[in-house]
């Protein structure tokens, strides 16, 4: 399993034969202008929840690609008005089989408006289970007791967690979302991007090494095989 790092919370998972891209989040982040949209060809696209900077990028790939978007019931009802014809809904405790695994659809602790102001339904994260490992997606959250499960219920591979502070859990929180989780690593994700969420990228490091938990923060273009 590959993950290649497209900035902000943005990032490609090779899993078997399949290509699945997350909260696409490309042609309007500055921080991701290496990043040629037209080269990315994904079989799916997950969306965690409405935020322009997790869903900007969603109905233009999906048509382009015929890739299908897995959201939230109202995210997938909303894609459709603005021409996305391959959804796949979800919600909270569902989850979906696929040739290459599952991918579960699990709580996060965050708010969801879609772009034009509508409502965005419940914020999620994503669990993708794979014979390659298994890989914890966040979302957009705050730190939440909901983690001890995930780590009970799927033995975590990489936690992908948002660490820039403000809109989410940061630095301190991401270490103890870790230690709930038991995973294996974390990559820091929701980061750098606005002068809110900038963080110092070593003390991070610092912080995370003393704790002795594996942590990468990626560049954009940059990539982690587990």
Same mark, same amino acid.
Request: aromatic fraction near 10%.
């Given at each position: 399993?590959?993950?290649?790092?497209?900035?902000? /919370?943005?990032?490609?998972?090779?899993?078997?034969?399949?290509?699945?891209?997350?909260?696409?989040?490309?042609?309007?982040?500055?921080?991701?202008? /290496?990043?040629?949209?037209? /080269?990315?060809?994904?079989?799916?696209?997950?969306?965690?929840?409405?935020?322009?900077?997790?869903?900007?990028?969603?109905?233009?790939?999906?048509?382009?690609?015929?890739?299908?978007?897995? @959201?939230?019931?109202?995210?997938?009802?909303?894609?459709?008005?603005?021409?996305?014809?391959?959804?796949?809904?979800?919600? +909270?405790?569902?989850?979906?089989?696929?040739?290459?695994?599952?991918?579960?659809?699990?709580?996060?602790?965050?708010?969801?408006? &879609?772009? *034009?102001? @509508?409502?965005?339904?419940?914020?999620?994260?994503?669990?993708?289970?794979?014979?390659?490992?298994?890989?914890?997606?966040?979302?957009?959250?705050? &730190?939440? /007791? *909901?983690?001890?499960?995930?780590?009970?219920?799927?033995?975590?591979?990489?936690?992908? +967690?948002?660490?820039?502070?403000?809109?989410?859990?940061?630095? *301190?929180?991401?270490?103890?979302?870790?230690?709930?989780?038991?995973?294996?690593?974390?990559?820091?994700?929701?980061?750098?991007?606005?002068?809110?969420?900038?963080?110092?990228?070593?003390?991070?490091?610092?912080?995370?090494?003393?704790?002795?938990?594996?942590?990468?923060?990626?560049?954009?273009?940059?990539?982690?095989?587990?």
């Amino acid at each position: 399993m590959k993950v290649i790092y497209y900035g902000h /919370s943005c990032f490609g998972v090779e899993i078997g034969s399949s290509f699945i891209l997350v909260d696409p989040f490309i042609t309007q982040n500055p921080r991701a202008k /290496s990043i040629n949209i037209n /080269s990315l060809n994904p079989h799916y696209i997950l969306v965690s929840h409405g935020h322009f900077d997790h869903i900007a990028d969603a109905a233009q790939l999906s048509k382009q690609t015929q890739a299908p978007i897995l @959201s939230n019931f109202e995210i997938t009802l909303w894609l459709e008005k603005q021409g996305v014809t391959q959804v796949f809904p979800m919600n +909270l405790g569902g989850s979906r089989t696929f040739d290459f695994g599952k991918i579960h659809y699990v709580q996060a602790a965050h708010s969801s408006s &879609l772009p *034009d102001g @509508s409502y965005g339904g419940t914020a999620g994260g994503f669990v993708v289970e794979g014979p390659e490992g298994i890989l914890y997606y966040a979302g957009d959250t705050a &730190l939440m /007791s *909901d983690m001890k499960l995930f780590g009970e219920c799927f033995q975590i591979d990489l936690a992908l +967690l948002p660490v820039g502070g403000v809109f989410t859990m940061g630095i *301190d929180e991401a270490i103890r979302a870790a230690r709930l989780l038991n995973c294996k690593q974390v990559m820091g994700v929701h980061f750098d991007t606005f002068d809110a969420i900038k963080i110092d990228h070593e003390e991070a490091k610092k912080k995370f090494q003393q704790e002795d938990i594996p942590f990468r923060l990626l560049k954009v273009g940059g990539e982690l095989t587990l």
